[in-house]
């Protein structure tokens, strides 16, 4: 079992950076892919970037590359996702996620816990 709890979430002008942040109880964190996902309002959660159990591999949705950075410190239990040169569009709730597969994946069935989300909001 592993409870996930997102930080970090909260309101930024277009252009600007924030760094979310996705605590993880439990022993086998570092077993665990690890995802971001976001959902706005009205649409359907898509996935947003990911990071393998080692944090060698990492994989972004084409509107984040270049943008958007995940990582993750095993020793903290915790994944982080900056991002910088927010936009409007970037606004939704953002969620972790963790998998059982080792590479990650942008699939949402294959995320088997899920944090309860932190609003980011980007003004234009």
């Known amino acids: 079992q592993v409870q996930l709890v997102e930080s970090g979430g909260g309101l930024v002008q277009a252009g600007g950076s924030l760094k979310l942040s996705c605590s993880a109880s439990g022993r086998t964190f570092s077993s665990y892919a690890m995802g971001w996902f976001r959902q706005a309002p009205g649409k359907e959660r898509e996935f947003v970037a990911s990071?393998?159990?080692?944090?060698?591999?990492?994989y972004y949705a084409d509107s984040v590359n270049g943008r958007f950075t995940i990582s993750r410190d095993n020793a903290k239990n915790t994944v982080y996702l900056q991002m910088n040169t927010l936009k409007p569009e970037d606004t939704a709730v953002y969620y972790c996620?963790?998998?059982?597969?080792?590479?990650?994946?942008?699939?949402?069935?294959?995320?088997?816990?899920w944090g309860q989300g932190t609003q980011v909001t980007v003004s234009s």
């Open positions: 990071i393998s159990w080692t944090g060698r591999s990492t």
């Open positions: 996620a963790a998998s059982e597969t080792s590479s990650g994946s942008r699939y949402r069935n294959d995320y088997k816990y």
